[in-house]
């Protein structure tokens, strides 16, 4: 398959046709309908090739229909595709051999929501305690738990009332937007002092299971926070007893040019959550615990954290496959390779386009940041909105999205994209930023 290509609207009338019967306008395809998909790239109905900027949102990885993560579908489905099996332990076994966690426990889920739901009990449970400490901006998930957790947008929590309680958010260290208005290049950290204010004024701190964290702050605009910072509140957490949960739900799978965005910062999670690109498109996601932290058998008749679809063989084989292919094709080192080329060229369109008032990532995770001025780092959300869809025109998928605001494009193509592909890709989202722009 090649892109992109555009051969009819979009949408075209094939999909058209599919709008109206959905009660939707054309100017409501923003996302590809897939037909097909390989690699990079995404066909929809009508034939239109668009190239995949955001990874199905972070989810492939390795691409579309990975040779490898096929025939891995393939074998297992002429064995069986429902119970958990014996590769299910051998891939907790991987797992905990790339988080430096030997004899951890998964526990095994369907989406990252609830992986985060199963963290929340297990570190209540395990601690005896009954507060969290989350932070302003993230993301845990769209279930009971995932909004009670995040921190991302109050269209969330509208009307969801009254939430979990116990759960109380501090600033991030989003160093472009610092939240105390200081230059991050004198400021000492300073933003760490959100922790222990919160330790005295709303929390106590002998009562805090855990912290939740993510080690790039995701759907705010992939804020990538300085390595004392995330290491201020690692060793917060030892000194109150507390447990740090690392959210790699969105960052792991090399995606940031490690295993784990986590190794960035030397920081090793005491709970660790993944998912989306674990298992190259099929729904898998575990909570990874340390072997000692929760006895499995304590319970009684209800087990800890049982579902019906858990640790499906046809996800297990796939994630089996995804890791054999990040692993084999060196995906890790590519993903830093080609993430420091991408902010390269997007920084230099940043000189040709003054509303780029920042490129920010790390591997193939970037934010670039739509502002109205430099100077004022306001977002623009209705411009990063109308780039999107000059690209989308041209047959470049992306999203924009931030909080406060609205107004970061992810970039996030998959790590096996070539550099031909890439620079394709660069060559519509200029055009699409200069047609955006009037």
């Known amino acids: ?25 054309p100017e409501d395809y923003n996302t590809p309908l897939m037909e097909r ?18 990874s199905g949102r972070c989810v492939v990885n390795t691409g579309h229909r990975h040779p490898r993560v096929v025939e891995a579908l393939r ?29 951890c426990q998964a526990y095994w889920t369907q989406s990252g929501s609830m992986a985060n739901d199963f963290a ?14 989350c932070f302003h901006g993230s993301y845990h998930g769209a279930s009971y738990a995932g909004i009670s957790l995040s921190g991302y947008h109050p269209d969330m929590k509208r009307g969801y009332g009254p939430l979990i309680p116990g759960i109380h958010h501090i600033p991030y260290a989003t160093c472009y937007r610092c939240p105390l208005h200081l230059d991050p290049d004198s400021c000492g950290v300073a933003c760490l002092e959100f922790l222990e204010r919160a330790a005295e004024t709303v929390v106590a701190e002998e009562e805090v299971a855990a912290v ?78 340390p072997g000692n932290l929760l006895d499995p058998k304590v319970g009684g008749a209800i087990p800890i954290h049982a579902q019906s679809f858990m640790a499906n063989p046809l996800s297990v084989a796939a994630a089996h496959a995804t890791l054999d292919t990040i692993d084999k094709e060196d995906l890790c080192r590519a993903s830093e390779k080609k993430g420091v080329e991408l902010r390269k060229a997007l920084a230099e369109m940043g000189e040709r386009f003054p509303f780029i008032g920042d490129v920010r990532g790390l591997g193939l995770l970037v934010g670039v940041d739509i502002v109205e001025t430099p100077e004022t780092k306001k977002p623009n959300p209705v411009l990063a909105s109308s780039i999107c869809r000059e690209a989308f025109k041209r047959g470049l998928f992306m999203l924009a999205m931030g909080s406060p605001g609205g107004a970061v494009l992810r970039v996030a193509p998959p790590l096996v994209i070539t550099e031909e592909e890439l620079e394709a890709a660069l060559q519509v989202l200029e055009e699409a930023m200069a047609s955006a722009q009037g």
Not at 77 to 101: I, N, V
Request: hydrophobic share 45%.
């Open 1 to 25: 398959m090649k892109g992109p290509r555009i051969v009819a609207g979009p949408p075209g009338p094939k999909v058209a046709k599919i709008l109206r019967g959905a009660g939707l306008a």
């Open 37 to 54: 998909a390989e690699g990079v790239f995404i066909e929809d109905p009508d034939g239109n090739v668009f190239i995949d900027f955001i």
């Open 75 to 103: 074998n297992q489905l002429e064995r069986g595709f429902h119970w958990q099996g014996a590769e299910s332990y051998r891939l907790a076994q991987r797992l905990g051999g790339l988080l430096g966690m030997p004899g």
């Open 120 to 133: 929340l009990k297990a570190v209540r449970r395990a601690t005896g305690r009954p507060q969290v400490i």
């Open 212 to 289: 939740f964290l993510e080690p790039v702050l995701g759907d705010a605009g992939w804020y990538v926070p300085p390595a004392e910072w995330v290491k201020g509140v690692a060793d917060w957490c030892r000194s109150v007893g507390a447990l740090l949960v690392v959210d790699e739900i969105q960052t792991g799978m090399g995606r940031t040019g490690k295993w784990f965005a986590s190794e960035h910062f030397h920081v090793k999670g005491d709970v660790v959550l993944v998912g989306k690109a674990l298992a190259s498109g099929l729904p898998l996601a575990a909570c990874v615990i």
